[in-house]
């Protein structure tokens, strides 16, 4: 389930757990949430089993995380749409878990089986470029940070993001530094694989190896499995059903018949250009 918060106070937060949401001026006509000023259908936010999605009617103004979208988009909690004026936050259905508490530094040990994982620009400077997580990272205005970040509201040391026992932990390094994590204002937080950061302007992504989960785990994930064979029951017919079985004898008996079939037909047409009388 995704809610859609309206931080300007045009409308109260709705939440779509499966189905979509219009939002426009007009009341009625696929429109559940009116707004004045906007176009009549405006936007369509849509969630379901695969994912959530945004639709844009032809001639309407939409902007999600400062990119202009003129049909469709894909969402992820986190994502600040602008329609028009107005803006529309789209946040996860629960806020991100607590992290657990700091490890003292001194009892910190570098561990070569940590947790691979990643940040992934998703706007402003740092768009489309991965930031590995091998240590502490600072994340601020000073050019002493690991990743620097401009714009208003921006700290010096902003927050801190680390691999602490096992999962990725975001921090506020200064009072009244903003961060949020899937739309959810935090001062700290447990991220998964797929999270998105926001601080400022500035979005980010959680990449991490393994299963989006609430932790990051350090075991070898298993290999993929078709649908198909994922799907079947486990019980001892169906693992007799996948034994491999011995390769038998072919048989020909098939090609024996319709070698004989074709000789058979070529002697017919021999015999009637041989023996046909001549007029």
Not at 45 to 65: E, H, S, Y
Not at 143 to 149: E, I, K, M, P, T
Not at 159 to 187: C, F, K, M, T, Y
Not at 228 to 256: C, F, K, M, N, Q
Request: glycine share 12%; charged share 20%.
């Amino acid at each position: 389930m995704m809610r859609l918060t309206f931080p300007n106070g045009e409308h109260a937060a709705v939440a779509i757990e499966q189905g979509q949401v219009g939002v426009g001026s007009a009341t009625g006509g696929g429109t559940i949430v009116a707004i004045a000023g906007l176009a009549p259908l405006h936007a369509v936010f849509a969630n379901g089993r695969r994912g959530a999605w945004l639709t844009v009617p032809q001639g309407a103004t939409v902007v999600l995380n400062a990119r202009p979208v003129k049909r469709i988009a894909y969402l992820r909690a986190g994502d600040l749409v602008c329609l028009g004026g107005v803006q529309v936050r789209v946040e996860a259905a629960r806020p991100p878990e607590a992290p657990p508490e700091p490890v003292p530094q001194r009892r910190r040990i570098d561990d070569p089986l940590q947790p691979r994982a990643a940040l992934r620009g998703l706007s402003g400077a740092w768009f489309g470029r991965s930031l590995p997580l091998a240590g502490a990272r600072v994340l601020g205005r000073s050019a002493a940070s690991d990743v620097r970040l401009d714009g208003a509201g921006i700290h010096e040391r902003h927050a801190q993001i680390d691999v602490e026992a096992g999962r990725v932990v975001v921090r506020s390094l200064a009072p009244g530094a903003v961060l949020r994590v899937n739309g959810h204002l935090v001062r700290s937080a447990a991220l998964a694989a797929g999270d998105q950061l926001e601080i400022g302007e500035h979005r980010f992504a959680l990449e991490a190896q393994g299963a989006a989960g609430s932790s990051v785990g350090t075991s070898t994930p298993a290999p993929a499995q078709h649908p198909a064979i994922a799907a079947a029951p486990a019980t001892a017919e169906a693992a007799a059903d996948r034994r491999p079985v011995a390769p038998g004898r072919r048989d020909l008996s098939g090609v024996y018949l319709l070698i004989a079939a074709a000789a058979a037909l070529a002697a017919a047409i021999t015999a009637f250009f041989v023996y046909a009388p001549k007029g």
